[in-house]
């Protein structure tokens, strides 16, 4: 009877084919020499490379891991591996019991091949039972009895050639092919051998291993039921010609002396031979290495049942690869092969739904809930989220105990309370102090309470924006003009807030803000960036000509027919000699007020500025950056602010005008409660009651778009909410809140975006075991009303800070000012576009659609159509008509949608007016998320 092989024993009785696709982790181990213990030529496989989805190369000049990235690969050696992959090297569904019988399989089969001479079967064999030495450092091979009782599980009696190997001492090969001391094995008993289940559960057995002796740090970032690739290359001088063999085993073996994590073996590649010209061994595995990393040849090689089923894959792997010509080439000239590449992409994603559309018979898939469609009931929309989000409404508060939400908490309490206090500082003047910073805190703090409490989405948080500035600063002069009683018309104006709220949500009439595109959004957006900016120069111009620069300061400034000085107290803006108790001449010999009042402007701006970039620059660790990038903000406030004090003997600053106990800015001219009515000594009219709509219509373009704009990008698909939205809930509740705040005589409020896309970031829970390189996945968002309803009753109790609120200078809020409208303008693609009318053709950017897919002429006159309606607003808004901007900009909708039609083609408004595509509240691994980016709409 004829002897069996060591690979035909193996296959003789084979356990039951897993085909299920697994995970690998992929490890390139080259066949080196180095020098140990003043002994030369001793080899050993050591690492080159690793693959978990992107390559990871040892610098050799360093001796530690590169950066992560995507291989790029020899054509050259793609061919050769396939030619070797086409002449029998792939054997599928191999069995083996331990590492020594894998490997006389490997002898055997390139025996049968022809490709090793019998001569050299014992030079390779010891070649191939080599250390394995790990870029950690950590050896894979100590002295252990446990060796013994490896080599004794098999009792073939071929192995016993090899029974010399367990002598004391580490194993080594010298370069001439004679083995040198022991080479130790697995720590593993024979009965872990022999039972499947340890061999398959990867993770219950790394758990009882010496962990010290493995990488578990990158075992975390490997995903669950992995499995290992183990890929040998190298040289060796007596082989006559290079011999290949690729395994792919029925069952995972787990050998913990081959592979860095202590995962099961369930591919192994060698590749061995001499030195030869034009074949380079390493370049041929790091090939395998990447066929191996990508998914679909991935998938294939585990459901391989003849070897040319993975010769199939790689073809298919081969006309999805890019080539790039001989060259050298400027990173920046790559792009058009990086939108190569997403084209295919694409295509491969359009063909695989074609193709999953065909398999389920042409069935339509059953369309997701929309939150925006409409019933066709009169309150079909509120019904309907009422019923999604009651039953959840207990969980919510439960859902909010959490150490991450606690973080949200003071992250967002900050960045509600700067906004407050800077639109309050403002607001103050723009009303002659009907409303200032006390109101704006109510406001604040009143709404957020009853949003987080009322609202269909909780993440959303109620605030003041700029477009409601510019609304109250226009309701403000038009009452003015027409000697209207300011405070009881805005407490109609409220009312009919509500009314018109309760309207809309009857119809169902926030599907309307699926027409409001990218292009009036970023319009708007613009707008406001402009208005921020030009407040602030306006204001610097004003305290420039109230104090003038002059060589004799005391000589101009009595000049002068009247002058303020600014101080800190109760009366924040004194004129000289008032309650501060200085006199004309001692407040005249403190100059320098303007030019301290600009650069305080100006470094408040640059180092809020600085810190937001800090976020995704290299320096400190993440979490450090992170950290002074979110309160950027705050923390500029606070370093300008004690500048400030320090100085306050020397240069006199405007001080921010609020109250030092819990009052109204100005209890002169009204108090916390407004009556509807007027008072005993001035009614109120009726005719003005009713001509509140008009207002009311307006502020409700701008309440209810802004916040059904935040809604729809916080509920996007990719942020994987679960408890869903409730659009028509919030106009509700948000109309209810305009009621409340009309009554109180504080400002109106409307979902925030830049502060909802925060808050929403800031309950992102992020996978932790992504590979290197790899972005890190949206796991969830953790949606609760504990963090909004904290932060507000927080801003509530801001209100008893007025003693510590009235050292803040104005110039400090400035700064903040231009600091928004600046940061404002990177999520505007308009002010890109901008840009790029002044920049030549060669150098605008070829990655983008509105400049890869339509003509330099097209997108101009787009831009230029944009730049004109930006215009009209602005004219609009300095007009003695300002309050009636939001009808104008509702004017942009039918704009878009019926005449630009006329004068772009379909494909160009594609283009030029789309969303950005899958933008997740989140960042990659290195970069942290630009929240003005992201909304791309003011705050």
Not at 191 to 197: A, H, I, R, S
Not at 288 to 311: G, P, V
Not at 461 to 480: Q, W
Not at 630 to 653: E, N, Q, S, Y
């Amino acid at each position: 009877m004829a002897k069996l092989s060591a690979y035909d024993e193996l296959t003789a009785h084979k356990m039951p084919a897993d085909l299920t696709p697994h995970e690998l982790f992929v490890e390139l181990d080259e066949l080196v020499t180095h020098q140990h213990d003043n002994v030369k030529d001793l080899m050993e496989w050591k690492e080159k490379a690793r693959w978990i989805k992107f390559e990871e190369d040892v610098l050799d000049a360093s001796d530690r891991w590169g950066r992560p990235h995507v291989a790029s690969l020899s054509f050259h050696s793609l061919i050769e591996l396939r030619r070797l992959l086409e002449n029998g090297a792939v054997h599928v569904d191999v069995d083996a019991h331990n590492y020594i019988s894998l490997m006389q399989a490997v002898i055997d089969r390139l025996t049968v091949k022809q490709d090793l001479p019998p001569d050299l079967q014992e030079y390779v064999m010891e070649a191939l039972i080599l250390r394995h030495s790990h870029q950690d450092g950590k050896p894979r091979f100590t002295r252990s009895k446990s060796y013994s009782n490896l080599m004794g599980l098999d009792s073939m009696t071929r192995y016993t050639k090899y029974q010399h190997i367990r002598g004391p001492g580490k194993s080594a090969v010298h370069k001439n092919g004679h083995l040198d001391g022991q080479h130790t094995a697995v720590n593993i008993s024979p009965d872990d051998l022999d039972n499947p289940l340890i061999a398959r559960s990867s993770r219950s057995y790394a758990a009882n291993l010496d962990k010290e002796r493995y990488n578990m740090e990158l075992l975390k970032k490997i995903p669950q039921d992995a499995e290992v690739a183990s890929v040998l290359v190298g040289t060796l001088d007596k082989l006559q010609k290079p011999c290949t063999v690729l395994f792919r085993l029925s069952q995972g073996l787990m050998l913990d002396h081959v592979a860095e994590v202590p995962l099961p073996i369930r591919f192994l590649f060698v590749c061995v031979g001499p030195p030869l010209q034009n074949f380079d061994y390493l370049e041929i595995g790091r090939s395998l290495s990447t066929l191996l990393s990508n998914q679909k040849f991935r998938e294939a090689a585990y459901k391989a049942k003849i070897h040319t089923d993975m010769l199939t894959a790689m073809n298919a792997f081969l006309d999805e690869s890019i080539v790039l010509p001989p060259g050298d080439f400027d990173r920046k000239t790559l792009l058009p092969i990086m939108h190569m590449a997403q084209k295919k992409m694409n295509e491969r994603k359009a063909k695989a739904a074609a193709e999953s559309q065909a398999t389920s018979g042409g069935d339509e898939p059953t369309p997701p809930d929309d939150s925006l469609s409409r019933t066709g009931r009169p309150f079909g929309g509120l019904i309907k989220d009422v019923r999604r989000k009651f039953p959840q409404y207990i969980s919510d508060f439960k859902d909010g105990i959490n150490t991450q939400v606690l973080a949200a908490f003071i992250f967002i309490y900050f960045a509600c309370l700067s906004p407050a206090i800077t639109f309050g500082g403002l607001l103050a003047e723009k009303t002659d102090n009907y409303m200032g910073a006390s109101e704006m805190l109510m406001a604040t703090g009143i709404s957020g309470i009853m949003f987080s409490l009322l609202g269909g989405q909780p993440l959303l948080i109620a605030g003041f924006t700029g477009p409601n500035m510019v609304f109250e600063e226009g309701v403000y002069k038009f009452s003015k003009q027409l000697d209207i009683d300011l405070m009881p018309w805005r407490l109609w104006i409220g009312i009919w807030i509500f009314v018109i709220g309760v309207i809309l949500v009857a119809t169902e009439a926030s599907f309307l803000v699926k027409y409001v595109s990218r292009f009036t959004q970023e319009i708007f957006a613009f707008l406001i960036s402009m208005i921020f900016i030009y407040e602030v120069f306006k204001k610097l111009i004003k305290v420039f000509k109230t104090y003038p620069l002059c060589k004799d300061y005391v000589d101009c400034v009595s000049h002068l027919p009247d002058y303020t000085i600014f101080t800190a107290g109760t009366d924040n803006l004194t004129a000289a000699g008032n309650s501060t108790g200085e006199t004309t001449s001692e407040a005249a010999t403190k100059p320098n007020t303007a030019l301290f009042t600009m650069s305080i402007t100006l470094f408040t701006f640059t180092l809020a500025y600085l810190l937001k970039g800090l976020r995704n620059k290299k320096v400190l660790g993440r979490t450090i950056r992170r950290a002074l990038g979110d309160f950027g903000v705050p923390f500029a406030i606070l370093v300008m602010c004690l500048i400030d004090f320090f100085v306050r003997d020397k240069v006199d600053t405007q001080k921010l005008n609020v109250p030092a106990d819990f009052s109204v800015t100005d209890p002169d001219k009204r108090g916390w409660l407004i009556n509807p009515l007027g008072t005993e000594a001035k009614p109120f009219p009726v005719g003005h009651m009713f001509s509140a709509i008009i207002p009311a219509l307006l502020a409700s373009i701008l309440i209810y778009m802004e916040s059904l704009i935040a809604g729809v990008i916080v509920d996007k698909k990719e942020n994987k909410l679960r408890k869903g939205s409730g659009f028509h809930l919030d106009m509700l509740v948000l109309g209810f809140i305009a009621l409340i705040n009309g009554f109180l005589g504080v400002p109106f409020v409307c979902a925030a975006t830049v502060r909802s896309v925060a808050h929403t970031s800031a309950l992102t829970i992020m996978s932790t075991n992504h590979a290197p390189g790899e972005r890190p996945k949206l796991e969830r968002i953790i949606e609760q009303r504990l963090s909004n309803l904290l932060v507000h009753l927080l801003i509530m109790a801001s209100l008893f800070l007025g003693a510590v609120l009235q050292y803040i200078p104005t110039a400090v809020l400035f700064g903040v000012f231009l600091y928004m409208g600046v940061a404002s303008l990177s999520g505007i693609q308009l002010w890109q576009r901008m840009i790029l009318l002044i920049t030549p053709t060669k150098h605008h950017p070829v990655d983008v659609g509105y400049v890869r897919y339509v003509r330099v002429r097209k997108m101009h006159v787009f831009t230029l159509i944009q730049i004109i309606c930006v215009g009209i607003l602005w004219g609009v808004k300095l007009s003695p008509g300002a309050m009636a901007f939001p009808f104008v900009l509702i004017l942009l909708v039918p704009l878009r949608l019926f005449l630009l039609k006329h004068i772009f083609s379909t494909q160009e408004l594609s283009e030029l007016d789309k969303d950005d595509d899958c933008k997740v509240l989140i960042a990659a691994e290195e970069d942290d998320l630009d929240f003005y980016g992201t909304a791309h709409m003011p705050d």
